[in-house]
């Protein structure tokens, strides 16, 4: 079928003189020994310069840092996290610490042994007179006679180090437990009320008679001084989210006292009554009904073929295929996590919180970026009821890294992509997701330059034409974050330039449909709103062009006034003109409006052949926004990195984040407070941190049902060189075509680099026989 497609384009642009008999040139097309397209064939392999500072700690280090921290000599008082309640000590999390970057330099720019490892623990310390989160640093690594551990402090401003409040700390499984009792009994008080108006009963989450589930939202405090929780009810099933009724109860949950727990109040009909027996006075009185019922079926909102919706024509066909033809153009070294791909090069390192990171990222040998690497994704509700209207999420808090996992061939990647595992720590084990991460090298869709020059007289309509064919490398991750299907795609394309994009996929979530609140979102559902929410996500980019010692350099598009010797009846007229000056402190800042100011990040100490400073420039993509509210009780400094565009400070080792994953319950005393970045240093020739947002305003519709489509949920920025060459970085590219066309004959000739084009017979996989299962080691 390939080879019959192959001959009836080649016919149909073939002039009528050139043709061969079709049947003659098929029995030579059928003849040709055709292989198999090398879709499956390993990357080559390449070792990786140095070993990878940056790689996660081993499973062996998790088990070892377990037992090293339990140990009765570190007097912690640690109880196993499966039999611990709220005033016990248990370990929540291990993960990667985070190196600093003058150790890391020293070993990869020079002779420097590597530097050693550190785990990252989180102890929630429940047993103390006052309860509170902990983080601590663990090393040197392997755990040897050298190996301490000590709070991890240094790296947060909030003014408490790596110590959180307890009541400000992470909703597990130990705290919802411990208000379990009063929301069983609070909601058993009301059983014959939502029943009668919604056909739903909570009596606790394993009691047999409950048919509805309890979702809580965060934040779940405003400074650590004080806790509550907010719980919204849904219909059970796979598409729960978009199947909301309109109940929601508060509790007020401060302490590891359980007995001081109390009831806040319910809310329904955008109504708060402050006890059972004044929600039952309204009840009784009319004043409160189900006036948009919710169904129970969520066939309507499940990722599935809809056979009501019939077939497209032609859809019996498979789809267009990016795929490798010719075979992989990238090299792997897979114990390093180090990748080589048409001058490129970088390391690749994950963490439990933060997920897939990059790190010593060079061009041609020349080190573009330290480091680049997600530092938060957060998203923030719109409503006038309790759950949309107070809701912010922090993604960290629930672990990126840890939501990673399997991706589809030929689906979420190209057939024939390199499947990578994502590991992380979960206790004393390491979790093990097959398939977590992709690369793949695709073609862009365009050339990366092209010319046609010549037309007149020439019987082809050119005398010679020119196309350069463009691709780029591919890394790829999707973190399925409760109701949202996040995918990030860094992609390193052959001019040089970097690509970082963000979609947001799957369900909503969603509030009750009223319809006096349509300005908070439109009705997507029988009983169900969209409700309207920012997606803001935050980047740490470390940029050493060449050096560390760089510059964020501002060229404004101006208009001025001007005259022309040669046109002196025109007057003085406007005319455009540059400004470019270096920012000279660290600030936040926003794209110019009408794209009338360009960043560019540049090496003033390092010049191209024209005298020209060498740089990378920042490139507005596709939907480049930051948060839209600025003083929300609920974000107002815990935020601070999402609302602007971009930002730049000096690199300090004491700084590594933008955010802290527990600053969501801290919404007015942050753990990590962004805003205290800023102080007054220089970034005109200093090591400098661009930090910038991607994200987008979801403005919720019908579309979103059943889920949320990538195609329109984007959001991208590149890097590109500015000057940092001597000219554009195709002239060593071979995929290219130089076509001549003789002016009198038309005659063509070709130029192809000696680079034949493959004949290849493509045998595709049914990918979901090749998914593997998650493992723990």
């Known amino acids: 079928m390939l080879a019959e497609s192959l001959v009836a384009a080649l016919l149909a642009i073939a002039p009528v003189s050139a043709r061969p008999e079709p049947d003659l040139w098929r029995r030579a097309v059928s003849a040709a020994d055709v292989r198999t397209c090398a879709l499956t064939d390993e990357a080559p392999h390449v070792k990786a310069p140095k070993a990878n500072a940056w790689a996660p700690i081993s499973p062996q280090d998790v088990k070892d840092v377990w037992k090293f921290v339990h140990a009765p000599e570190r007097a912690l008082n640690l109880t196993d996290p499966a039999n611990a309640t709220l005033t016990d000590n248990y370990v929540f999390l291990v993960d990667t610490l985070y190196l600093n970057k003058t150790q890391v330099l020293s070993y990869i720019d020079g002779d420097a042994a590597q530097p050693p490892k550190y785990a990252r623990v989180v102890i929630f310390e429940g047993g103390k007179e006052e309860p509170v989160s902990q983080e601590y640093m663990v090393g040197p690594l392997p755990v040897g006679a050298e190996t301490t551990i000590a709070p991890y402090d240094y790296p947060f401003n909030g003014g408490l180090g790596g110590k959180i409040p307890y009541d400000g700390r992470y909703m597990d499984g130990k705290r919802t437990a411990g208000y379990q009792p009063l929301l069983k009994q609070a909601m058993t008080d009301v059983a014959d009320i939502t029943k009668a108006l919604f056909n739903g009963t909570y009596y606790g989450a394993s009691d047999p008679r409950t048919d509805i589930v309890a979702a809580n939202t965060g934040p779940h405090s405003l400074d650590g001084s004080q806790s509550w929780i907010t719980i919204m009810f849904r219909y059970p099933g796979a598409a729960s989210y978009v199947t909301p009724i309109d109940f929601y109860i508060i509790l007020d949950i401060t302490g590891t006292d359980i007995s001081k727990y109390t009831l806040r109040g319910y809310v329904t009909n955008t109504k708060f009554f402050k006890t059972a027996d004044e929600l039952r006075k309204a009840f009784e009185a009319g004043e409160i009904i189900s006036e948009f019922p919710q169904t129970r079926d969520q066939e309507w909102a499940l990722l599935k073929a809809v056979p009501e919706m019939g077939v497209r024509d032609?859809?019996?066909?498979?789809?267009?295929?990016?795929?490798?033809?010719?075979?992989?153009?990238?090299?792997?070294?897979?114990?390093?996590?180090?990748?080589?791909?048409?001058?490129?090069?970088?390391?690749?390192?994950?963490?439990?919180?933060?997920g897939l990171m990059f790190y010593d990222i060079k061009f041609k040998g020349e080190r573009i970026i330290y480091e680049l690497s997600l530092q938060e994704a957060a998203a923030q509700y719109a409503g006038n009821q309790p759950k949309a209207a107070n809701t912010v999420y922090h993604d960290t808090y629930f672990s990126i890294g840890?939501?990673?996992?399997?991706?589809?061939?030929?689906?979420?990647?190209?057939?024939?992509?390199?499947?990578?595992?994502?590991?992380?720590?979960?206790?004393?084990?390491?979790?093990?997701?097959?398939?977590?991460?992709?690369?793949?090298?695709?073609?862009?869709?365009?050339?990366?330059?092209?010319?046609?020059?010549?037309?007149?007289?020439?019987?082809?309509?050119f005398s010679n034409i020119a196309a350069v064919k463009s691709s780029a490398l591919h890394a790829r991750t999707i973190a399925t974050i409760g109701n949202y299907d996040y995918l990030f795609d860094y992609a390193f394309h052959v001019d040089g330039s970097i690509e970082i994009e963000v979609r947001a996929s799957g369900y909503l979530q969603s509030s009750p449909y009223y319809k006096d609140q349509t300005n908070f979102g439109a009705r997507v559902g029988l009983g169900t709103q969209g409700s309207f929410h920012d997606h803001i996500l935050s980047w740490k980019a470390d940029f050493d062009i060449i050096s560390s010692k760089n510059s964020l350099q501002r060229t404004d598009l101006i208009v001025v006034n001007q005259t022309q010797?040669?046109?002196?009846?025109?007057?003085?007229?406007?005319?455009?003109?540059?400004?470019?000056?270096?920012?000279?402190?660290?600030?936040?800042?926003?794209?110019?409006?009408?794209?009338?100011?360009?960043?560019?990040?540049?090496?003033?100490?390092?010049?191209?052949?024209?005298?020209?400073?060498?740089?990378y420039r920042l490139v507005p993509g596709r939907s480049n926004v930051h948060l839209s509210t600025h003083n929300s009780p609920f974000s107002k400094h815990s935020s601070h990195i999402l609302k602007s565009h971009l930002a730049v400070t000096q690199h300090h080792d004491n700084e590594p984040y933008g955010n802290s994953w527990q600053n969501?319950?801290?919404?007015?005393?942050?753990?990590?407070?962004?805003?205290?970045?800023?102080?007054?240093?220089?970034?005109?020739?200093?090591?400098i941190v661009v930090w910038f947002n991607l994200g987008m305003h979801h403005y919720t519709r019908s579309e979103d049902i059943p889920v949320t489509l990538y195609s329109e949920a984007v959001s991208s920025i590149v890097f590109a060189p500015q000057n940092f060459h001597d000219r554009a970085q195709e002239g060593d590219l071979q995929n290219r075509r130089w076509i001549t066309s003789n002016a009198t004959t038309g005659e063509i000739t070709y130029e192809d680099q000696g680079l034949q084009l493959p004949t290849c017979k493509v045998a595709l996989e049914e990918p979901a026989t090749k998914i593997l299962p998650w493992l723990k080691i």
Request: aromatic letters at 14%; charged letters at 25%.
């Open 402 to 461: 840890s939501t990673s996992a399997t991706l589809i061939e030929g689906f979420d990647c190209p057939f024939g992509a390199t499947m990578l595992n994502v590991t992380y720590p979960a206790n004393d084990v390491t979790d093990v997701h097959p398939q977590g991460i992709c690369l793949f090298e695709s073609d862009s869709g365009y050339p990366v330059a092209r010319h046609r020059y010549g037309s007149g007289g020439n019987p082809n309509g």
């Open 664 to 687: 969501v319950n801290l919404p007015l005393k942050p753990q990590q407070d962004f805003s205290k970045l800023f102080n007054d240093e220089s970034v005109d020739g200093e090591d």
């Open 314 to 354: 032609l859809d019996d066909r498979i789809a267009p295929q990016s795929i490798e033809i010719g075979g992989k153009r990238y090299k792997l070294d897979r114990e390093n996590q180090y990748v080589e791909f048409m001058g490129w090069s970088f390391y690749m390192s994950f963490t439990r919180i933060l």
């Open 565 to 615: 010797p040669w046109f002196p009846e025109l007057g003085e007229f406007e005319q455009m003109e540059l400004k470019a000056y270096n920012m000279e402190k660290e600030q936040q800042f926003n794209w110019a409006q009408n794209g009338q100011s360009m960043f560019c990040v540049v090496n003033d100490e390092e010049k191209n052949s024209w005298g020209v400073s060498r740089g």
